[in-house]
């Protein structure tokens, strides 16, 4: 089966900072099952500043050299196509600021959210790095909120608040404040008065209690059956004027 399309992850910008870990790269193509496509990928990695990256085919990773940018471009050949991305490296000394995307975040219980993590670097250049590796994610708290194994990811478990902190190599750390809530219970907001039929034949009139107390509930229910009623059971006398 031909290849669509084919996914650099974690990022095709990725910000590699020297003294730090390698980042390990995944490219996949999606056909009828998972295609890991990465140690072929790499091995016809070309370019634009060979120095400042080594790349292992073993373990698909890409690893700091020298600090600079570095554009690549990958393939891979899938009968008479041929499969390109690219990727831009850069190598940076280290970050001077790091920082969350949000103030705080809100769950319910057992949801699920990736959290998303900036940085400024020593080059005064600003990247996106939630999914970068040499990044660490702790919960105050994991009976409230726990961090699953992915890079960002938090996990509501009960009721409560905590805080979530990254922290990047040199040190320097962010935190966002999580509260995790009682998942939302069903509570309906409409009651059929009266109708049936095929749903998509039907044709609903909503009538809103704006305005009504909880003691006039029983003065709405009269008026929302004499409305309908009026509307929709009340004989009528047609009309037409020429």
Same mark, same amino acid.
């Given at each position: ?39 072929? !990928? ?9 120095? &400042?990256? #080594?790349?292992?085919?073993? %373990?698909?990773?890409? *690893? @700091? ?95 409560? !608040? ?9 040190? &320097?750390? #962010?935190?966002?404040?999580? %509260?995790?809530?009682? *998942? @939302? ?58």
């Amino acid at each position: 089966m031909a290849i669509s399309y084919i996914t650099l992850l974690p990022s095709a910008d990725l910000h590699l900072l020297m003294g730090s870990p390698g980042i390990a790269v995944v490219c996949s193509a999606q056909t009828s099952g998972f295609l890991d496509l990465a140690s072929s !990928m790499l091995a016809t990695m070309s370019k634009s500043n060979p120095a &400042l990256i #080594s790349v292992n085919t073993t %373990t698909n990773t890409i *690893s @700091p050299v020298t600090p600079g940018e570095c554009l690549c471009v990958l393939s891979y050949v899938d009968g008479t196509n041929t499969h390109y991305l690219l990727l831009r490296v850069i190598v940076h000394k280290s970050i001077k600021a790091l920082w969350f995307g949000n103030n705080q975040v809100t769950l319910s219980a057992f949801d699920v959210c990736t959290l998303s993590v900036y940085a400024q670097f020593d080059d005064n250049s600003y990247g996106y790095i939630t999914s970068h590796t040499y990044l660490t994610f702790k919960s105050d708290d994991q009976s409230i909120a726990s961090m699953p194994g992915a890079p960002g990811v938090i996990m509501g478990l009960s009721t409560g !608040m905590t805080k979530v902190h990254v922290t990047e190599p040199g040190g &320097l750390n #962010s935190q966002v404040a999580v %509260t995790v809530q009682n *998942s @939302p219970q069903t509570n309906a907001i409409a009651e059929k008065i009266w109708g049936d039929g095929p749903i998509a034949e039907r044709r609903n009139l909503l009538l809103l209690a704006e305005g009504f107390a909880a003691a006039d509930e029983p003065v709405f229910d009269q008026w929302k059956k004499e409305i309908t009623n009026t509307c929709f059971r009340r004989s009528r006398t047609v009309r037409i004027t020429c």
